[in-house]
């Protein structure tokens, strides 16, 4: 079946580089996002990348996709305070693009 | 600025209220989604419709159910509030299969 997991933790230095691994389980996924959720917000779309890809960067962002291993990673560069917020990972299942999400992953970003 | 709107940020019910959480959306997109989230459970899906009167159930569609009248409308019942969901409920929409989600900002329900 459609899964995606995470981890549930990420606590970063601030000017530190973050790392948020995802794995996932259905190979004919055809886009994959990362999302944003700062406190009792909504989710925000951060970034997204397309199957056929191996990397993306934009700006401090870069997210990479091994889809041999089915593992995607977003890194934050220059990891600022205002990146604590919960990330989600979601892969896009054919035919209706139904996004199956992650569980998410808490990064807490220290001064 | 495209937009999801939900019509409440907070409300508090009784239990054995009905609730009506309202979503709308003015991207003109065909597939709309109800999602609860709770700490530790990550989102988890209620129902979704891929288009006016069509709904679908997700993963927990227990003590919900949904209209779709319009295709911008999407609204989601609580037939008898229960304290089990109290709850932080999302609303999303999407058009073309690869774009991704656009979510509302959330509904924080309380049922005391």
């Known amino acids: 079946g459609e899964d995606v997991e995470q981890s549930l933790f990420l606590s970063v230095r601030e000017g530190d580089s973050s790392v948020i691994n995802c794995t996932y389980t259905?190979?004919?996924?055809?886009?994959l996002y990362w999302y944003k959720q700062e406190p009792g917000a909504g989710l925000q779309l951060l970034t997204y990348?397309?199957?056929?890809?191996d990397m993306k960067q934009d700006q401090r962002l870069t997210v990479l996709l091994n889809k041999k291993d089915k593992h995607l990673s977003l890194r934050i560069a220059d990891t600022q305070t205002g990146d604590s917020a919960i990330y989600f990972c979601?892969?896009?299942?054919?035919?209706?693009?139904?996004?199956?999400f992650g569980q998410g992953t808490e990064l807490s970003v220290k001064p | 600025d495209v937009k999801v709107t939900q019509s409440s940020r907070y409300l508090v019910k009784r239990t054995g209220e009905k609730v009506f959480l309202e979503c709308v959306q003015d991207?003109?997109?065909?597939?709309m989604f109800w999602y609860r989230q709770d700490p530790g459970l990550g989102l988890r899906l209620i129902y979704f419709?891929?288009?006016?009167?069509?709904?679908e159930k997700g993963d927990i569609p227990e003590g919900y159910s949904v209209s779709r009248e319009k295709k911008e409308r999407f609204s989601l019942i609580l037939e008898s509030a229960s304290t089990n969901q109290t709850s932080m409920y999302l609303c999303?929409?999407?058009?073309?299969?690869?774009?991704?989600?656009?979510f509302g900002s959330g509904t924080r329900l309380t049922v005391v």
């Open positions: 979601a892969e896009s299942i054919l035919p209706r693009g139904k996004l199956i």
């Open positions: 990348i397309f199957s056929n890809m």
């Open positions: 259905d190979s004919s996924s055809t886009y």
């Open positions: 419709s891929y288009d006016v009167k069509m709904k």
């Open positions: 999303a929409s999407s058009g073309a299969a690869n774009y991704g989600y656009t």
């Open positions: 991207m003109d997109h065909e597939n």
